[in-house]
């Protein structure tokens, strides 16, 4: 599809533009990294690369392992070259949404100990100002025996419509790898993103939000026209 396509071209390009030799590179995760990791194993086989990568999921260290790359971790690798991952929305600000995998923790762990923060992503997460595309709003994780408290102070401060995420193909809610539960808070109004999300995370039993605010350095967004669109 032309999604797909687009998604492609901005893996492509950031590997391209951001990857070179003896370097730590951070994984995202969810359906468009899968376009990067592939053209980084690509290269790793056609130049030869001495290319270390640490995962953001389950899925990203499945990912790395299929695609024969050389698994390494925040303990052996705490200060990365740089992470590459995908995001559900960009606003004007470069504010991100990222969540919509259910990955964010560990996603915005490793994103803050890259030197350089690069997300890809289809031209349909190419908006000015968040919620204009996407609408699942903010993932935030939570332990899971203080989701109800957490919905009701969510509400109270910054109203809208916060549900527990449920899972698809299992009964109950998604359970995260770090066997947490993710809030969906469906927020009405634009915020100031910088200060919801220090508001949101000082909430006992907040693990992390969805919200990369000041984090991403440069984003490449696959067009329809099979051009990718650069931000910085
Ligand atoms: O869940 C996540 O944070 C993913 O990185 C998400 O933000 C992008 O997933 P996609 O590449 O499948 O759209």
């Known amino acids: 599809t032309m999604a797909e396509e687009a998604k492609k071209r901005a893996g492509i390009a950031a590997v391209d533009n951001h990857v070179q030799n003896n370097q730590v590179v951070g994984v995202g995760s969810g359906s468009t990294i899968v ?24 899925q990203a260290r499945q990912l790395i392992l ?5 698994l390494s971790d925040l303990d052996r690798h705490p200060e990365l070259d740089v992470a590459i991952d995908g ?8 504010t991100l949404i990222k969540g919509g995998g259910g990955c964010l923790t560990q996603e915005k762990i490793v994103a803050g ?22 609408k699942k ?5 939570v332990i899971p ?13 910054f109203g809208g419509e916060v549900a527990l995420r449920m ?41 992390e939000t969805g919200l990369f605010v000041d984090m991403a350095e440069r984003v490449y967004f696959g067009m329809e026209d099979g051009t990718v669109r650069v931000r910085d």
């Not at 299929?66 to 050389?70: E, F, K, S, W």
């Not at 809610?173 to 919801?196: G, Q, R």
């Not at 220090?198 to 006992?204: E, G, Q, W």
């Open 35 to 58: 376009y990067a990791v592939d053209r980084l194993a690509e290269r790793v086989r056609q130049e030869k690369l001495n290319i270390v990568c640490v995962p953001t999921s389950f």
């Open 66 to 70: 299929q695609r024969g790359l050389t």
């Open 87 to 94: 995001a559900d929305e960009v606003d004007s600000a470069l």
């Open 113 to 134: 100990c890259a030197k350089h923060f690069i997300v890809i992503a289809d031209f349909r997460k190419d908006s000015s100002t968040l919620g204009q595309q996407w």
């Open 137 to 141: 709003g903010v993932p935030i994780e």
């Open 145 to 157: 025996m203080a989701y109800v408290p957490v919905t009701r102070a969510i509400l109270r401060r």
């Open 167 to 207: 899972a698809v193909s299992k009964a109950g809610p998604v359970v995260t790898d770090n066997s947490n539960f993710i809030l969906d808070w469906k927020f009405e109004k634009a915020h100031n993103w910088k200060e919801v999300n220090t508001a949101i995370k000082m909430i006992p039993g907040v693990v």
